[in-house]
């Protein structure tokens, strides 16, 4: 278990971590990419920590993996590659470092284990959770298979291992409706989030069925408080994640993966933008969309903020915590895997 107080002390005594301007004016090229979001009494106190991140990545010769809800001092400070779930378990299939540190929540770097399992993957707070992967287990895919028979089980990468490897194909926000679409026969099984589930459902040539798990972080958004937000800014364009209710969905001018949202942003570039998803997602693309106006409502994901600047030093410092799976689950869940990415690339040809 992480102590943060002891943590504290080593490092204190290893690394001089204290804010510094000297330091923040010497990664002043980083700090331009995040100025509109970061103050710079905050890089002042994050200069000293990216600076011994990246030196430290170097002596392991380990890459970092973002998520794209990773805080932006993390996004754009020490992320080697930052990117959405199929994004960062396509980008862990051709790192080549002995590390990887994944910035993010803890079955992304499981899937990162299974994709690359020689690699000594990291995860700087074992506690990064998730509703969605904490709401199944491989029995529950069992229950399903039972209710159902024949019907192929499609599961979001926000699952276990074990769940993975119970599974037939993985999926990904950013894919759901392609990889269900290409399953034989009428009826398929998604797990665990029965709102991707549902959206996935609502486009479909397929009955779906679902598991009854879902997002805490997008269950929260309500088509309500969306209606009420645009009453009061009605030329706001609203860009939500597919984790949403149906009901938000349906109040979105668009919805899609993070990097989807992402894109579609940059496509777009709307006067006023409102993201329903995680905070951080607005923050860290706010420099490259200057001429975009955020609105403020947002909802944090508290198992993505276990991962911190402070946390990923000791991680590097100390290889902690590393991420070990099964090697006969991981086989499994590696199919799964795979079969989603394979199925994804053909389906982009
Ligand atoms: P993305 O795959 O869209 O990045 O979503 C992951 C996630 O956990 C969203 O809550
Ligand atoms: Fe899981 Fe929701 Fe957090 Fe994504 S935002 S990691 S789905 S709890």
């Known amino acids: 278990m992480l102590d943060i107080e002891s943590v504290r002390e080593t490092l204190s005594k290893h690394f001089d971590l204290a804010p510094s301007l000297e330091k923040a004016e010497a990664t002043k090229d980083i700090y331009e990419t995040t100025d509109r979001v970061v103050s710079s009494a905050d890089w002042a106190i994050f200069a000293p920590y990216v600076i011994e991140i990246n030196r430290l990545k170097k002596e392991r010769n380990a890459v970092i993996l973002a998520h794209n809800y990773m805080t932006p001092e993390i996004y754009h400070g020490v992320a080697d590659f930052v990117g959405d779930s199929l994004q960062l378990a396509i980008k862990a299939t051709e790192v080549e470092n002995d590390v990887i540190v994944q910035c993010g929540v803890h079955f992304m770097a499981e899937t990162s284990k299974i994709l690359n399992p020689s690699k000594k993957v990291l995860i700087p707070d074992l506690k990064a959770g998730c509703s969605l992967a904490e709401s199944i287990t491989a029995e529950g895919v069992a229950e399903m298979r039972a209710k159902y028979p024949g019907a192929p089980v499609v599961s979001y990468v926000n699952t276990t291992a074990e769940v993975k490897a119970a599974s037939d194909i993985c999926c990904t926000s950013a894919n759901a409706l392609q990889i269900v679409e290409a399953m034989e026969g009428d009826t398929v099984i998604m ?28 269950e929260l958004y309500t088509a309500e408080d969306i209606r009420a937000y645009r009453e009061f800014e ?73 991962i911190t600047l402070e946390k990923i030093l000791w991680s590097l410092y100390n290889m902690e915590h590393e991420v070990v799976v099964d090697p006969e689950v991981a086989a499994k869940a590696r199919l799964a895997v795979e ?7 053909s389906l982009v040809k």
């Open 191 to 218: 797990t665990p989030d029965q709102f991707l589930a549902q959206n996935v459902a609502a486009l479909s040539t397929k009955n779906i069925v679902w598991w009854a798990g879902s997002c805490i972080v997008h």
């Open 234 to 306: 009605p030329d706001t364009m609203v860009i939500a994640h597919p984790e949403c209710t149906p009901s938000v969905v349906a109040e979105a001018d668009f919805t899609g993966s993070t990097s989807g949202i992402v894109d579609w942003i940059h496509k777009n570039k709307p006067a006023k933008a409102m993201l329903v998803t995680e905070c951080s997602m607005a923050a860290n693309i706010a420099d490259e969309l200057p001429e975009v106006e955020f609105a403020k409502p947002c909802n944090m994901c508290p198992f993505m903020k276990k």
């Open 339 to 345: 079969r989603m990415i394979d199925l994804s690339k």
